[in-house]
């Protein structure tokens, strides 16, 4: 351990002369006492004196520094697939068991020349043991291991991938490899041999619908070695059929689409499939269907959307509120007087009333008479006009002390777990196009909540620009500033999603109706496969709003032969809670919870979900070689086959990889923080004290 110094501002030459008035203060203390010997007279100096020096030492807080050199064996993360396809016997590659012949012949866990830290691949990657690897994951997303490398790069120092290569959720992931400072070795196994069949490889449809609208879905189908053939594809739903394609293929090798129109007619969750006829000399038909689900809701969310003013931001509004397809727009452009480009709505039963700027005339229009009891979202335009729109006392959240206008931009005032329009894209708003808004405003109701404030020429302030409103069962949102069309118009797409994201947000709250529930319980998916278990997620509050903790849930879960099962949801703390339910066989389930505590029941909930036979796994059974090299070629690592891995640790030993690391481990002492010090100086000055004693000195 070596000293390196003091940690103090003062020359040495004020340390010396202080050190010196130190020793100078302990002989004169004791100088005058002649009746004791000599020789205890200078012990009692001595140990002022050392006592003294030492705390002024201290006080300086010297440092001392050492090293010590360690060797640390590499870190190696091991990204196992576990998904479906690796399971499949097909040609020369026999499934599990080849997969754990495989890793007997690599040996990871034995050799001692690097630690090892095992990963399995699908919808995301997780800690995994080897032992577990069963083949039953139902999506391959192989994005996720190279973005996990990305982030432990600094930690390990290599990578390797087994895996058949086979997508079927996530991007490509060879393009992001390039970005690797570590090489990913990648080991191939399945097969590569082309069969005939044919599969049901894609549906594309939306998740949701709604009632009294066509839904749309796309089926993709693949084929191989069927040149010259036709199916039928069939759209079916409790064993009934609800349309038929005719499809025919003309190369051997051929993917088409063919396309259903389904008309929405009840709502809940409704449970379709995509069949096709099989074919002779089919190697499987387990692919020839696709499951899928539509949450039908109950129609859509009727939206009037009122202009009194011509502006850009009217057009940008209106675009951003119809890209979202669960809204149904109804809009209305004032000529002036009780004259509108549109006709009138005969209705009147909106979820949401949106005025956007005033009239300049004191006109009475009915669809605005019982703003009551109907959400409202008061866009501002100008301050040109000073007119009021009828009920206008509803609709505004915010007071204007002047009606001059500036240029403005936002500060946000609440962070996104506190209110849910709040969550949204990222960015520095201080960068983003100017608004206009007056500058001194303030909250008109105390009850209402500012979400954003005005920054004006760079300084934030307390006058609200965007404030919200919950009283009992309706929502209000009122946004003062104008210029949003500019946002929209950005060449920068990250204020484009901003402005996007922002305004559907607050249409989309000011929409809805409140969720005063106790009890929230819903599938982690809408659709499971029988080849992994459903999870169903909780959260209880008491009646007083906080979370309950010492609920019991029970749930019962009704399969469509009418037969139950009851469970007890697992308390994950917090008011949190879930029921991780065993594997279930096919068919649509309905269950009912009921949360309790004690003898009081607090609420209960229902709801439903799919569980689901079909597998994207096995649409593509043909190792992906090409993908796999890949990603070894664009890291720096290399490629290997499950047929030939008899140079896999050479080709890490010749990389350098298997290399020990060398880690120098420093360590400052500071003898100001060990206790032993200031220990030695109470031991000095106790000493001092029973000397003084013996000879009886005051």
Same mark, same amino acid.
């Given at each position: 351990m070596d000293f390196q110094g003091f940690q103090h501002i003062f020359p040495p030459a004020v340390l010396i002369l202080i050190a010196a008035g130190l020793i100078f203060l302990s002989w004169a203390a004791y100088r005058k006492f002649s009746s004791i010997p000599p020789l205890s007279r200078w012990g009692l100096i001595s140990l002022?004196?050392?006592?003294?020096?030492?705390?002024?030492?201290?006080?300086?807080?010297?440092?001392?520094?050492?090293?010590?050199?360690?060797?640390?064996?590499?870190?190696i993360a091991v990204f196992l697939d576990n998904s479906e396809s690796i399971g499949i016997t097909k040609g020369d590659y026999n499934g599990l068991q080849t997969y754990k012949e495989l890793l007997n012949t690599l040996?990871?866990?034995?050799?001692?020349?690097?630690?090892?830290?095992?990963?399995?691949?699908?919808?995301?990657?997780?800690?995994?043991?080897?032992?577990?690897?069963?083949?039953?994951?139902?999506?391959?997303?192989?994005?996720?291991?190279?973005?996990?490398?990305?982030?432990?790069? !600094?930690?390990?120092?290599?990578?390797?991938?087994?895996?058949?290569?086979?997508?079927?959720?996530? $991007?490509?992931?060879?393009?992001n490899a390039f970005n690797s400072s570590i090489p990913l070795y990648t080991v191939a196994i399945g097969?590569?041999?082309?069969?005939r069949d044919i599969s049901v490889s894609n549906v594309l449809t939306n998740a949701t619908g709604y009632t009294n609208t066509n839904h749309i879905i796309e089926a993709e189908i693949t084929q191989s070695g069927f040149a010259n053939n036709t199916v039928t594809v069939s759209l079916v739903s409790d064993n009934e059929t609800l349309d038929t394609q005719e499809v025919s293929f003309e190369t051997d090798d051929q993917l088409k689409q063919v396309s259903f129109e389904l008309e929405l007619t009840e709502p809940g969750l409704k449970q379709y499939d995509i069949r096709i006829a099989p074919l002779a000399d089919e190697w499987t038909q387990s692919n020839n269907n696709r499951l899928f689900t539509i949450d039908v809701l109950d129609s859509k969310v009727k939206?009037?959307?009122?202009?009194?003013?011509?502006?850009?931001?009217?057009?940008?509004?209106?675009?951003?509120?119809?890209?979202?397809?669960?809204?149904?727009?109804?809009?209305?452009?004032?000529?002036?007087?009780?004259?509108?480009?549109?006709?009138?709505?005969?209705?009147?039963?909106?979820?949401?009333?949106?005025?956007?700027?005033?009239?300049?005339?004191?006109?009475?229009?009915?669809?605005?008479?019982?703003?009551?009891?109907?959400?409202?979202?008061?866009?501002?335009?100008?301050?040109? $006009?000073?007119?009021?729109?009828?009920?206008?006392?509803?609709?505004?959240?915010?007071?204007? $002390?002047?009606?001059?206008?500036?240029?403005?931009?936002?500060?946000?005032?609440? !962070?996104?777990?506190?209110?849910?329009?709040? !969550?949204?894209?990222?960015?520095?708003?201080?960068?983003?196009?100017?608004?206009?808004?007056?500058l001194r405003t303030e909250l008109s109701a105390l009850q209402s909540t500012a979400l954003f404030s005005i920054n004006y020429d760079?300084?934030?302030?307390?006058?609200?620009?965007?404030?919200?409103?919950?009283?009992?069962?309706?929502?209000?949102?009122?946004?003062?500033?104008?210029?949003?069309?500019?946002?929209?118009?950005?060449?920068?797409?990250?204020?484009? !999603?901003?402005?996007?994201?922002?305004?559907?947000?607050?249409?989309?709250?000011?929409?809805?109706?409140?969720?005063?529930?106790?009890? $929230?319980?819903?599938?982690?998916?809408?659709?499971?496969?029988?080849?992994?278990?459903?999870?169903?997620?909780?959260?209880?509050?008491n009646e007083r709003g906080d979370p309950e903790g010492d609920g019991i849930i029970e749930v019962e879960l009704e399969t469509e032969a009418g037969e139950s099962r009851t469970f007890n949801m697992e308390n994950s703390g917090n008011g949190n809670y879930r029921l991780d339910l065993p594997r279930l066989s096919e068919g649509l389930y309905k269950y009912d919870a009921v949360a309790r505590k004690g003898e009081r029941e607090i609420e209960s909930q229902s709801g439903e979900f799919l569980i689901s036979n079909s597998s994207s796994e096995l649409t593509n059974t043909i190792r992906d070689d090409e993908l796999l090299g890949a990603i070894a070629r664009n890291s720096g690592g290399r490629f290997f086959t499950y047929q030939d891995v008899s140079t896999f640790w050479d080709s890490l030993r010749t990389a350098n990889v298997l290399e020990t690391q060398t880690q120098t481990i420093e360590n400052y002492s500071f003898p100001v923080r060990s206790v032993y010090w200031f220990v030695i100086v109470l031991l000095l000055l106790g000493s001092e004290w029973l000397l003084r004693k013996y000879y009886s000195l005051p």
């Amino acid at each position: 351990m070596d000293f390196q110094g003091f940690q103090h501002i003062f020359p040495p030459a004020v340390l010396i002369l202080i050190a010196a008035g130190l020793i100078f203060l302990s002989w004169a203390a004791y100088r005058k006492f002649s009746s004791i010997p000599p020789l205890s007279r200078w012990g009692l100096i001595s140990l002022r004196a050392s006592a003294l020096i030492m705390i002024l030492l201290l006080l300086l807080n010297p440092y001392f520094y050492s090293s010590q050199e360690i060797e640390l064996k590499p870190n190696i993360a091991v990204f196992l697939d576990n998904s479906e396809s690796i399971g499949i016997t097909k040609g020369d590659y026999n499934g599990l068991q080849t997969y754990k012949e495989l890793l007997n012949t690599l040996d990871f866990e034995s050799r001692n020349i690097a630690d090892i830290q095992f990963y399995s691949i699908g919808e995301t990657v997780s800690e995994f043991n080897p032992d577990s690897l069963n083949a039953s994951i139902t999506q391959t997303n192989l994005s996720d291991p190279i973005n996990a490398v990305l982030e432990m790069e !600094e930690q390990v120092q290599a990578g390797v991938i087994i895996s058949d290569g086979i997508i079927t959720f996530g $991007r490509n992931p060879s393009v992001n490899a390039f970005n690797s400072s570590i090489p990913l070795y990648t080991v191939a196994i399945g097969d590569t041999s082309k069969v005939r069949d044919i599969s049901v490889s894609n549906v594309l449809t939306n998740a949701t619908g709604y009632t009294n609208t066509n839904h749309i879905i796309e089926a993709e189908i693949t084929q191989s070695g069927f040149a010259n053939n036709t199916v039928t594809v069939s759209l079916v739903s409790d064993n009934e059929t609800l349309d038929t394609q005719e499809v025919s293929f003309e190369t051997d090798d051929q993917l088409k689409q063919v396309s259903f129109e389904l008309e929405l007619t009840e709502p809940g969750l409704k449970q379709y499939d995509i069949r096709i006829a099989p074919l002779a000399d089919e190697w499987t038909q387990s692919n020839n269907n696709r499951l899928f689900t539509i949450d039908v809701l109950d129609s859509k969310v009727k939206i009037l959307h009122v202009a009194f003013e011509i502006h850009p931001d009217i057009k940008a509004i209106r675009s951003i509120i119809q890209q979202d397809e669960s809204n149904e727009l109804t809009t209305l452009t004032w000529l002036g007087g009780n004259r509108f480009v549109e006709d009138l709505p005969e209705e009147s039963d909106f979820n949401l009333v949106i005025v956007h700027g005033v009239p300049n005339t004191q006109e009475v229009f009915p669809f605005l008479e019982d703003l009551e009891n109907t959400p409202t979202l008061f866009f501002e335009l100008s301050t040109s $006009r000073i007119n009021r729109v009828q009920n206008q006392n509803l609709l505004e959240l915010i007071n204007k $002390r002047n009606n001059q206008a500036s240029q403005i931009t936002l500060n946000q005032l609440l !962070e996104a777990d506190e209110q849910p329009i709040l !969550e949204l894209p990222a960015i520095n708003l201080a960068d983003s196009p100017p608004l206009y808004s007056p500058l001194r405003t303030e909250l008109s109701a105390l009850q209402s909540t500012a979400l954003f404030s005005i920054n004006y020429d760079g300084l934030n302030t307390d006058f609200p620009a965007i404030a919200v409103l919950e009283q009992g069962n309706i929502r209000r949102s009122h946004v003062l500033p104008w210029g949003w069309y500019r946002m929209t118009q950005s060449t920068n797409p990250s204020q484009r !999603e901003f402005v996007i994201a922002l305004i559907s947000n607050i249409v989309s709250w000011t929409s809805s109706d409140p969720d005063n529930r106790l009890l $929230r319980i819903s599938p982690s998916k809408k659709t499971f496969s029988t080849a992994e278990s459903a999870i169903l997620n909780g959260s209880l509050q008491n009646e007083r709003g906080d979370p309950e903790g010492d609920g019991i849930i029970e749930v019962e879960l009704e399969t469509e032969a009418g037969e139950s099962r009851t469970f007890n949801m697992e308390n994950s703390g917090n008011g949190n809670y879930r029921l991780d339910l065993p594997r279930l066989s096919e068919g649509l389930y309905k269950y009912d919870a009921v949360a309790r505590k004690g003898e009081r029941e607090i609420e209960s909930q229902s709801g439903e979900f799919l569980i689901s036979n079909s597998s994207s796994e096995l649409t593509n059974t043909i190792r992906d070689d090409e993908l796999l090299g890949a990603i070894a070629r664009n890291s720096g690592g290399r490629f290997f086959t499950y047929q030939d891995v008899s140079t896999f640790w050479d080709s890490l030993r010749t990389a350098n990889v298997l290399e020990t690391q060398t880690q120098t481990i420093e360590n400052y002492s500071f003898p100001v923080r060990s206790v032993y010090w200031f220990v030695i100086v109470l031991l000095l000055l106790g000493s001092e004290w029973l000397l003084r004693k013996y000879y009886s000195l005051p």
